[in-house]
């Protein structure tokens, strides 16, 4: 199965700052790829998929790149609501799986 | 809008069976795929089955397959899955989700069911 490995474990920043949160795919996934952000007590919400494209009504603060095994997601200005755990999630290939999550926490 | 509510969580003795169920409702239910997705507690998120939209192709993830079977019924917009020979490393939040386009991103997701499996 496709290992996804996300660093950091953990981020502390501040609102206002950018955040940079990557993930690493044990082999390539193409552009295969998404980002999720789940808050406690709730589901995750899908934020990027096919490596780029927002899902519908994400700010555009979000952005994610990359290709093949190695992908970024970007949060350009830190929101007060945007501190939470991100996850990527590849579709290449049988089984489906996810990172082990970044923690994005205010500092 | 699309709503996904799972039910039939709760606490069982190991080797023991549960059945869940996810209602779903808002959008055209026999269109999409649908999938299991379960997270224990404190952990990652950790992909369990899916079946596809008309219930004809099933896939499982190697830590549940042989144990769990997931199934629909298109006529009353549910997704079920019947988890037999429970183990203590079962427990966990389980999601139903919701395919994206017919891809399997997951654009709806549930508010998750806990099992807890626990002698």
């Known amino acids: 199965e496709i290992v996804l490995t996300q660093s950091p474990a953990t981020l502390s920043l501040s609102p206002g700052d950018g955040a940079t949160l990557s993930c690493g795919a044990s082999?390539?996934?193409?552009?295969?790829l998404a980002w999720y952000q789940q808050k406690p007590g709730q589901a995750p919400r899908l934020l990027i998929y096919?490596?780029?494209n927002r899902a519908t009504g994400i700010p555009a603060r979000f952005s994610g790149s990359g290709s093949g095994t190695d992908f970024t997601l970007t949060i350009s200005s830190l929101e007060p609501e945007d501190f939470a755990v991100y996850y990527c999630?590849?579709?290449?290939?049988?089984?489906?799986?996810f990172g082990r999550g970044t923690r994005l926490e205010i500092k | 809008q699309v709503q996904l509510v799972e039910s039939g969580g709760g606490v069982v003795q190991p080797g023991r069976s549960l059945r869940l169920s996810c209602a779903a409702s808002?959008?055209?239910?026999?269109?999409?795929?649908m999938h299991w997705v379960r997270q224990a507690p404190g952990k990652g998120l950790e992909w369990v089955a899916v079946?596809?939209?008309?219930?004809?192709?099933?896939y499982y993830g190697d830590s549940v397959k042989g144990r769990f079977s997931i199934s629909r019924d298109n006529s009353r917009n549910t997704l079920d899955l019947q988890m037999n020979s429970l183990r203590i490393e079962d427990t966990a939040v389980y999601f139903c989700?919701?395919?994206?386009?017919?891809?399997?991103?997951?654009?709806?997701w549930g508010r998750g069911t806990l099992v807890t499996v626990s002698s």
């Open positions: 999630q590849q579709r290449s290939n049988w089984p489906i799986t």
């Open positions: 989700a919701k395919e994206f386009r017919s891809t399997t991103w997951y654009d709806s």
């Open positions: 096919d490596a780029s």
């Open positions: 808002g959008f055209t239910f026999g269109s999409y795929g």
């Open positions: 082999q390539s996934v193409s552009n295969y």
């Open positions: 079946v596809s939209y008309d219930g004809s192709k099933k």
